[in-house]
């Protein structure tokens, strides 16, 4: 009887499971970065932006490209 009870518990259980893991994957499946930002991002990245991108991830090393951007905005006679 036990066994019989296990037979028909397990592959109930195992489809709950499956049906968790994917809730929590289709946000991780979603794409945060456009391939363009990326791109543009290494093609005029300073290597300390590159290091950052390397060692912390994609959403520091952007910021702090942004943030480099907007200051040669605003001091003249700077480019980016």
């Not at 036990?2 to 794409?31: D, H, I, S, Y």
Request: charged share 30%; proline share 6%; hydrophobic share 45%.
């Amino acid at each position: 009887m036990n066994f019989l009870l296990l037979g028909l518990l397990l592959p109930l259980a195992l489809l709950g499971l499956m049906l968790a893991m994917e809730r929590v994957e289709r946000p991780l499946r979603q794409e945060s970065v456009v391939e363009d930002q990326l791109e543009t991002f290494l093609d005029t990245a300073r290597p300390d932006e590159v290091e950052t991108f390397v060692s912390e991830g994609y959403a520091p090393a952007l910021e702090r490209y942004w943030r480099r951007r907007r200051l040669s905005r605003l001091l003249p006679g700077r480019r980016a």
